[in-house]
Nanobody, 119 residues
Framework: HLVESGGALVQAGDSLTLSCAAS????????MGWVRQAPGKEREFVAA????????YYTDSVKGRFTISRDNAKNTVYLEMNSLKPEDTAVYFC??????????????WGKGALVIVSS
């Protein structure tokens, strides 16, 4: 069970951190990722983090602006987003993947958190 939080309406250039709380299974058994879906577009991989947090992966458009992290003691994964742009507007989904971290596909999904970036 994955529950995202932290979605908001922000202005371009602002920062925002999304959280995803996991329950039901051993959190450290899963690689975690964030995937987003902008209005009228397909889902897009954003970032992924390995089981222990030692490896991270990002799509090119967010490299240097977004940071994925996890706290296995709190069963939570985070997505810190800086220098937000209007094109970052999307529903952000948290997902868990047991077998591989990258390419990340996601076996279990949250319901999403809406991020709107105004210009």
């Amino acid at each position: 069970h994955l529950v995202e939080s932290g979605g908001a309406l922000v202005q371009a250039g602002d920062s925002l951190t999304l959280s995803c709380a996991a329950s039901g299974r051993t959190f450290s058994d899963f690689a975690m990722g964030w995937v987003r879906q902008a209005p009228g577009k397909e889902r897009e991989f954003v970032a992924a983090i390995s089981w222990s947090g030692g490896n991270t992966y990002y799509t090119d458009s967010v490299k240097g602006r977004f940071t994925i992290s996890r706290d296995n003691a709190k069963n939570t994964v985070y997505l810190e987003m800086n220098s937000l742009k209007p094109e970052d507007t999307a529903v952000y989904f948290c997902a868990a993947e047991e077998s591989q971290v990258y390419p990340f596909s996601g076996e279990f999904w949250g319901k999403g958190a809406l991020v709107i970036v105004s210009s």
